[in-house]
């Protein structure tokens, strides 16, 4: 009896890993279809537009990145609105923005700039 016991809670182990394993697979491939992509490479914002509009749909059009919605952004994620009506989020592994005194997500700029030092030398 207490081997049949044994075994019942083994099948029911086994299948149940079997199920949560499917799963994930699911939910991974889902979550991958929701257009969340990792960008932290040092993509431009038109590399990264030119990336996005590279999926199909299933009407097999690619979606056209319209703009980029400032008010959803935070530190690593940027938001995307597509012409479908649809959003893509871009995240960073480095922050993009940062919060300005009003709340506000700004980008940081790392472009560098000619100036000049104290002694008139030339510098970046």
Known sequence: MRQKIIRLISAVLIMTLT???AQLEIFAD???????????????DEEIAAEL???LPEDGKP???IEELDEKRDKYTKYFLNDDFSFTAAQYNEPVHYQ???GSWAEIDNSLVKTENEDGETVI
């Open 100 to 102: 300005t005194d009003d």
């Open 19 to 21: 199920i949560n394993m």
């Open 30 to 44: 889902t979550f991958t279809q929701n257009n969340v992509y990792d960008l932290s490479d040092g993509y431009t």
């Open 63 to 65: 979606a056209v990145v």
């Open 53 to 55: 509009d590279t999926r």
